[in-house]
């Protein structure tokens, strides 16, 4: 790739990317705990009292959904790898017939089990969209939050700004005036 920058960007992010998809969970935890402390980080930098429920509800939940947003494409960039499977798996592959509403496909399924011959990747493409879809769903569920908290969060740090500015303008000394 020599000297490509978007091969080196990469040949170097490969690693990372498959890092998050493999490590999902611990990632989204702690990313939406960063979330959770980056308000109360906030208040304290910021010599406020503690920030009131919707400011470290709506921090939390972008949190959350940087994190899900991360894990889906991280995923889908690693959507045909075999690192997804355990390594039983690897080697050969049957469909599995769906249950429930598409139950009628299970003849279909069998059919196909029997005649071709289904790629290992199959599999771990199944893999890796089934995470993929998950965590968008979670990644559109936490902006749901966001934008239902937005307001509310607004008005209470403006609120919080308000009563700050009061409690230094009552201590502050009152200036002399001058008289001509």
């Given at each position: ?16 990317t ?16 960063v ?5 109360f ?25 940087f ?15 075999l ?8 080697t ?9 509403l ?11 089990n ?10 771990a ?15 559109l ?8 908290t ?28 001058s008289?001509r």
């Amino acid at each position: 790739m020599g000297s490509n920058p978007v091969g080196w960007v990469l040949s170097n992010v490969g690693p990372w990317t498959w890092f998050v998809a493999q490590n999902r969970v611990w990632v989204i935890v702690a990313v939406s705990a960063v979330g959770f402390l980056g308000a109360f980080l906030g208040a304290f930098r910021k010599y406020r009292p503690g920030p009131t429920p919707s400011i470290v509800l709506r921090s939390t939940a972008m949190g959350l959904a940087f994190s899900s947003a991360a894990v889906t494409v991280s995923s889908l960039l690693h959507f045909s790898d075999l690192r997804w499977l355990p390594p039983a798996q690897r080697t050969h592959t049957h469909l599995n017939p769906p249950g429930g509403l598409f139950g009628f496909a299970k003849p279909i399924v069998g059919a196909v089990n029997q005649v071709a011959s289904v790629p290992v990747e199959f599999r771990a493409v199944e893999q890796s969209v089934h995470v993929a879809f998950v965590c968008a769903l979670i990644a559109l569920l936490a902006l749901v939050v966001v934008a239902l908290t937005s307001r509310r969060a607004r008005r209470a740090d403006i609120r919080l700004i308000v009563r700050e500015e009061i409690r230094k303008s009552a201590a502050a000394p009152e200036p002399e005036l001058s008289r001509r």
